[in-house]
C-alpha cells in the first residue's frame, strides 16, 4: 500500500472522459478489496471494469496490463479529486447550481412519473393502426403533378380549362407559375402522406389515380390543383412502426392533459388575479415586473405551495406571442401548459415517493457528481482562459483567406404574366418609382407582397436562372435586369447589392474566433489545473498496489474478450 501520486498515462485526457459516465455497477471481482482509496470513497475491480467498459477503444490507455490499470485508475482518481475541490469551494451552494439541480431533477421526476402513471394506460391497437392506415391512405404512395396559381381566381380557371378536356401537362405548361411547368408539372416523386404537407395530403392522397382536385388547394406557395398520375400500394408491415408511435404520442399528450387537469383539482390549484395582471402589464410592456409587483402571488397549489410573479415572469415576458397581445387568457394558458403542469406533476411524484426510489437517488446522486465536476471546470479552467485581442488578430489574419463570405447578388424580383407588363414595369423603375411598390402592385410570385420580393442569388443558382445567369451574375449595384423569360414568366430585378470577394470582418470573426481559441486553451490548461489538484490531495490517495498487481496478473477484461 503506497500514498501519493501513481503512474498516469493519459490521466487527464481520460479524466475527461470520466465526466461523462457514471462508473459502478456488479461484474465479476477478480481481486477483493479496494485499489485506490480517498477517505471514504474507493475504487474497486467493479468500478474499474465498469468504468473501462464505457470507453471507446481509441480512449483505452496503452502500455502493459498493470500501466493500463493505473491509468485508469487515476483517471477516477482525478474525478474524486475534482469532486473534493468543487466541494471545497463550495460550488454545489451555488445558485446556479443549485437551480439547474432542481430543474434536472424535476425532469427526471416528471418523465418517471409519466412513464409510470400515463404511459401504462396508453395501449395502441391492431385495430387502431389498420384503421389510421386506410383511412389516412398510408396504404399508398401517390406519383402527383400540379398546376400552381398565384390566385384562387387563376386556379378555378385552370379547373375550368380541364374541365373541358385540356390536357394537364398542356395546362401546367401554359399557366403554372411553378418551376417544374417546362415538366407539365410533373413532381419526379411518389408521395407518402408524411413527404407532403398536411393541405396536399388531404386534398390529393383520396384522390383515384387519373383524378384532380375540384377545388384549388390553398399552399404556402399558393393555389394548387393536383392530379395523381399514379399510385403504388405501400404494405401495413412497412409502416406499421411509425403509425404505432405516432398512435401512441398523439394518445400518450392527451392521457397526460387528463391527468394534469385531475391533478389541478386534486392539489387545489389556483390563479390569483393580481398576479396574473401583473404579468399582462409585463408582457405588454416587455419589462421585468420589479418591486411589490414581482412577489404577487400568481399560482398556489397544496397546501404551502406558491408561483409568485417572480418565480413564472420569464415565461411570459420572453414569450414572442404574448409580447403583441398579451392578455389574462393568453397568461394563463402560457403558465398551465409551461409551469403549473411541471410543478403538479414533481409534487404528485413527490407525494407517491418516487423521489426516494433507489432509481431516484442513483440518479441524483449520478447528477450531483456531474454537474460538481462540470461546474469546477467551468470556473476555475474554462473562464480563466484569457484571450487577448492580439491573440484574436493573430489568428484572424493566419486564416483570413478562410473567412471569405459566399458571393451573393441582392436584388427585388418581379414576376409579370407578359413580356409587355414586363417592360411596363422596367420603364417605371427607370423613372424612379419603387421597386417595393411595384412588387406589391404587380408581382405573381407567392409570397412576394411578404418578402417584398428580396431575392438572394448566389454562384451556385446556375440551374435556377439557365440561359440568363450570366446576364443576372455579371452585374452592378442599381442595374435593372429583364425582362427575362422564364419557365413561370417574365422575371424583372432591381439590383441592390452585389457582394463578391468580400471577407468577413475581424469584428464578424471576434466572437466565433475568442470562443474557439478558448476551447484550443482548454486542454493544456486542464492538464496543469489537474495537476495541481493531485499535488495538493496526494497525500490522502491510498494505492493497493498488491492488489493491483494482482489483478494486472490476469486483467479480467482478457477473459472476457471473445
Not at 172 to 198: C, H
Not at 335 to 347: G, I, K, M, W
Request: with cysteine; charged share 25%.
Amino acid at each position: 500500500m503506497t500514498r501519493g501520486p501513481r503512474l498516469r498515462l493519459c490521466g487527464a485526457f481520460l479524466s475527461v472522459a470520466c465526466l461523462s459516465w457514471s462508473c459502478g455497477g456488479d461484474s465479476n471481482v477478480v481481486v477483493d478489496g479496494p485499489l485506490v482509496e480517498i477517505g471514504n470513497w474507493s475504487a474497486d475491480t467493479a468500478e474499474l471494469i465498469s468504468y473501462r467498459s464505457k470507453l471507446p477503444d481509441s480512449m483505452l490507455p496503452a502500455g502493459n496490463n498493470e500501466e493500463n490499470i493505473r491509468s485508469l485508475l487515476s483517471s477516477l482518481v482525478d474525478r474524486r479529486l475534482m469532486m473534493l475541490e468543487g466541494e471545497a469551494l463550495g460550488y454545489h451552494r451555488d445558485p446556479a447550481f443549485s437551480e439547474r439541480q432542481y430543474r434536472l431533477l424535476s425532469k427526471h421526476l416528471i418523465e418517471t412519473l409519466s412513464r409510470q402513471v400515463v404511459g401504462q394506460k396508453v395501449q395502441v391497437t391492431e385495430a387502431e393502426v389498420d384503421s389510421i392506415y386506410r383511412l389516412y391512405h398510408w396504404d399508398r404512395e401517390i406519383l402527383p403533378a400540379h398546376i400552381l396559381s398565384a390566385t384562387r381566381e387563376d386556379a378555378l380557371d385552370v379547373i375550368r380549362l380541364l374541365d373541358q378536356g385540356r390536357d394537364f401537362a398542356e395546362v401546367a405548361r401554359e399557366r403554372s407559375i411553378a418551376a417544374d411547368a417546362d415538366n407539365g408539372g410533373f413532381l419526379g416523386q411518389y408521395f407518402s402522406p408524411s413527404d407532403a404537407v398536411k393541405e396536399f395530403v388531404d386534398a390529393a392522397h383520396g384522390l383515384p389515380v387519373g383524378e384532380f382536385t375540384r377545388e384549388p388547394v390553398r399552399t404556402r406557395d399558393g393555389y394548387e390543383v393536383i392530379k395523381v398520375l399514379d399510385d403504388t400500394s405501400v404494405p401495413l408491415d412497412n409502416v406499421r412502426q411509425q403509425l404505432t408511435r405516432g398512435i401512441y404520442f398523439g394518445k400518450f399528450a392527451n392521457e397526460r392533459r387528463e391527468y394534469v387537469a385531475a391533478l389541478e383539482q386534486k392539489h387545489g390549484a389556483v390563479f390569483h388575479v393580481e398576479g396574473v395582471h401583473a404579468l399582462v402589464r409585463a408582457a405588454t410592456d416587455a419589462t421585468q415586473a420589479e418591486g411589490a409587483a414581482a412577489s404577487l402571488p400568481v399560482i398556489t397549489f397544496g397546501k404551502t405551495h406558491v408561483l409568485d410573479v417572480a418565480d413564472v415572469r420569464r415565461f411570459i415576458v420572453d414569450n414572442a406571442r404574448l409580447q403583441s397581445n398579451a392578455d389574462e387568457t393568453g397568461v394563463i394558458e402560457i403558465l398551465t401548459s409551461r409551469v403549473l403542469a411541471d410543478s403538479l406533476l414533481v409534487l404528485e411524484a413527490q407525494s407517491l415517493g418516487l423521489d426516494t426510489a433507489a432509481e431516484y437517488t442513483e440518479y441524483r446522486d449520478s447528477l450531483y457528481r456531474r454537474m460538481l465536476v462540470t461546474f469546477l471546470r467551468k470556473r476555475q479552467v474554462l473562464e480563466l482562459i484569457t484571450i487577448s485581442e492580439a491573440d484574436v488578430q493573430a489568428e484572424y489574419e493566419s486564416k483570413k483567406d478562410s473567412y471569405k463570405k459566399p458571393d451573393q447578388i441582392n436584388g427585388r424580383e418581379i414576376l409579370l404574366a407578359t413580356r409587355a407588363e414586363a417592360d411596363g414595369v422596367v420603364t417605371k423603375l427607370r423613372k424612379g418609382e419603387s421597386a417595393s411598390d411595384l412588387v406589391r402592385a404587380y408581382s405573381l410570385r407567392p409570397g412576394a407582397v411578404r418578402t417584398e420580393g428580396h431575392v438572394h442569388i448566389g454562384a451556385n443558382d446556375a440551374d435556377r436562372w439557365g440561359n440568363h445567369f450570366d446576364a443576372v451574375w455579371n452585374v452592378s449595384s442599381g442595374d435593372i435586369v429583364g425582362p427575362l423569360e422564364m419557365a413561370d414568366g417574365f422575371v424583372v430585378l432591381q439590383i441592390d447589392a452585389v457582394q463578391k470577394g468580400q471577407l468577413r470582418s475581424l469584428d464578424d470573426m471576434r466572437q466565433g474566433l475568442t470562443h474557439q481559441l478558448k476551447l484550443f486553451g482548454q486542454y493544456e490548461a486542464f492538464e496543469v489545473f489537474i495537476e495541481q489538484l493531485r499535488q495538493k490531495y496526494g497525500d490522502r490517495v491510498v494505492w493497493h498496489d498488491d492488489r493491483i498487481t494482482a489483478l494486472a496478473e490476469h486483467p479480467p477484461w482478457e477473459e472476457s474478450a471473445p
